[in-house]
């Protein structure tokens, strides 16, 4: 009889070892097999062999695969556990899909074939082939591509996945949004003759199961393209991780464990001695500044590779001026005189709006009555299409009030704007457009994913939405990128306000002036002065660079501190506040290097009839945070290097 320490695939393990199991025959580190957890029998991964236990063991019941978990993998969980602390059954959900335990056969897996005729890639620019000798000779494993919105840095992306796939590796490309999966899936299968298989959260179980058996199966390299959970698929001989719009939010876990995806993929790559490429417009500005102090190598790729005409016309328009919207209330005359013109020129126009539902806010203009979640405490959002009610946090709905709850007034104000309503007035402004509008709340077949055949087949002259449509789109015939509302995301409470504005910015800007046709962008905003809005206009990365860090210096954020964010519920907001101001004067007294901020309520202050307050610990020891999450008491949650502080 033979003993293994094995880590069972449930979110019901919550041990911080893995168990121990027995089984009759020799088995490898990394075998799947199912193993009795409780009253149910789930599957696991074999980390290690141990000598017969003096306690009872249950036996594991089957070896499901002959394959078997790649070490790599197996040894950067074991990392991951220490540096983003999480119930081990947690994590090994990352590596091991539930699927695995269907009835159906395993040995039925269609083995993925790539394309016998892959098209001639354009050649590369000079700068190009400059940026490509540097990751070649470099003796680091990581590196940033700080590449402008349209400057090749896909094309850099396939040559070096041609490079590796011609050395026998495979290639890991990760997006932020599932919606870029299919541009970037039709680049890959045209250029690169080996199997492209696509994986992310949108499968079913059983497709799911499908694609990871073609990836643990295979013989061959392969080219595998998915979001983040992709990273933890089980390929060999992996040679290339790409991360492509690496400074996007969507790369942050936020649930447990709260990894940032870079900093997982740089454990991987080095664990099979790949090269890891992270490409993006807009650095976060932390991890730009922790890589110039590591001396990790930061690749410049400017203005578009084909030299065409790629200028980009850029008007501000101060949204309190009221004398620029004589026709609409929300539409400027530069924008819709672009729009127009675009129109008449058989061209495309994206009108980008930084928020969701057709109204964010439903107020009584007689009494001051607000449309309150009575489970969240937050504001409901206005649906148009619907005509309801609905809270984003916890997902409840209601009917709209035809009158005040507590004066009866009918003087009700939908105040803003959402997408349902901007595409209703941009129809009103153009009645012959064909306008599409794209957001979390589309139906699955509206979605940008399964709508960009159509999109770029130029079908589609007006596209209206939300942050989906600011990210990685290459459209030829898009000339006309219209902003309604820039600065939105200023007005979080938040040290990142700035950035995420930038970023938004810069990455929707990019949409157009991509080596086409001259983009003409018109950005409304009731701060035209503001640094991110400034910088962003004017195209300025490393202005804003600078201003940000001296700014973070001061007040003591990242890159200059490592942050953790500790939030507790409880059913009343006194006793919430005390549980916070217990655990603040405890942590004061710990012993540890930190700095513990005032209690205070979060951003959100009441979810799920919940309410909520946060600490906010600060350290230039990123273990002593580490070490704070060990001593957390039940009931509490955390995020450690959270991206936002709301």
Not at 222 to 245: C, H, K, N, Y
Not at 444 to 462: H, T, Y
Request: glycine share 6%; proline share 7%.
């Amino acid at each position: 009889m033979y003993f293994y320490e094995v880590l069972p695939s449930s979110g019901q393990f919550h041990g911080k070892a893995p168990l121990t199991y027995s089984y009759e025959a020799q088995l490898e580190v990394g075998s799947v097999v199912v193993v009795p957890l409780r009253n149910q029998d789930v599957v696991g991964v074999v980390v290690g062999s141990v000598p017969a236990p003096d306690f009872k063991t249950k036996s594991i019941v089957k070896v499901v695969l002959t394959e078997v978990i790649p070490e790599a993998i197996l040894s950067t969980l074991d990392w991951l556990r220490h540096y983003y602390p999480a119930p081990l059954g947690t994590l090994a959900q990352l590596i091991l899909p539930s699927s695995l335990l269907r009835k159906k056969e395993l040995a039925q897996v269609e083995t993925p074939v790539g394309n016998p005729q892959p098209t001639a890639m354009p050649p590369l620019t000079e700068q190009q082939k400059t940026a490509l000798t540097e990751i070649e000779r470099s003796p680091s494993h990581s590196f940033l591509l700080h590449g402008d919105t349209g400057s090749g840095k896909t094309r850099l992306y396939l040559e070096l996945a041609q490079q590796t796939l011609a050395a026998g590796q495979s290639v890991l490309l990760l997006t932020p949004e599932i919606g870029l999966t299919p541009q970037l899936e039709q680049r890959v299968r045209s250029s690169l003759g080996a199997p492209v298989v696509i994986m992310h959260s949108n499968l079913t179980p059983a497709q799911r199961r499908q694609v990871w058996l073609q990836i643990i199966k295979s013989q061959q390299p392969m080219v595998v393209i998915g979001p983040r959970s992709a990273l933890f698929t089980p390929l060999r001989q992996l040679g290339l991780i790409v991360i492509d719009e690496a400074h996007d939010a969507a790369y942050k876990q936020d649930q447990a464990p709260h990894y940032q995806t870079a900093r997982v993929a740089a454990r991987l790559a080095a664990a099979h001695q790949a090269k890891l490429v992270l490409g993006t417009a807009t650095p976060l500005i932390s991890e730009y500044a922790l890589m110039e102090a590591k001396k990790v190598p930061i690749v410049r790729l400017e203005g578009h590779p084909a030299g065409e005409a790629s200028e980009k016309q850029i008007t501000v328009v101060n949204l309190r001026d009221r004398q620029q919207f004589p026709a609409q209330p929300h539409l400027s005359q530069p924008l819709l005189k672009q729009i127009r013109r675009a129109l008449d020129e058989h061209q495309q126009s994206l009108v980008f709006l930084n928020r969701r539902g057709t109204a964010r806010l439903v107020l009584c203009q007689a009494c001051g009555w607000q449309a309150l979640c009575s489970n969240c405490d937050l504001p409901l959002t206005y649906h148009g299409d619907k005509h309801q009610l609905r809270c984003h946090t916890c997902g409840i709905t209601q009917s709209v009030p035809s009158a005040c709850p507590v004066c009866a007034s009918t003087d009700i104000l939908f105040k803003s704007i959402g997408t349902k309503s901007l595409a209703d007035e941009i129809q009103a402004a153009f009645p012959e457009a064909r306008i599409k509008r794209f957001d979390t709340d589309s139906q699955k077949s509206d979605r940008l994913e399964n709508q960009f055949k159509e999109i770029a087949g130029g079908d589609v002259d007006i596209l209206v939405g939300t942050q989906i449509l600011a990210k990685g789109l290459d459209l030829p015939n898009l000339t006309v990128v219209g902003v309604v509302v820039a600065d939105t995301s200023l007005y979080f409470p938040d040290y990142t306000a700035d950035e995420q504005t930038f970023q938004l910015l810069t990455q929707v800007m990019g949409r157009v002036g991509r080596g086409h046709k001259t983009g003409h962008i018109v950005i409304q905003s009731y701060s035209p002065d503001s640094p991110a809005i400034e910088a962003a206009a004017q195209q300025d990365w490393q202005a804003f660079y600078k201003q940000q860090l001296a700014e973070r210096r001061q007040y003591d954020f990242p890159p200059f501190y490592h942050l953790l964010k500790l939030t507790v519920g409880r059913a009343s907001q006194k006793t919430a506040e005390m549980a916070a101001q217990k655990l603040h004067d405890e942590l004061r007294k710990s012993g540890l290097k930190i700095k513990v901020s005032q209690p205070a309520p979060s951003f959100y202050q009441k979810i799920g009839g919940k309410h909520h307050w946060q600490l906010i610990v600060r350290a230039k020891d990123r273990s002593q945070l580490i070490e704070v999450i060990e001593r957390l008491p039940s009931g509490w949650s955390f995020d450690i290097d959270p991206l936002n502080l709301l």
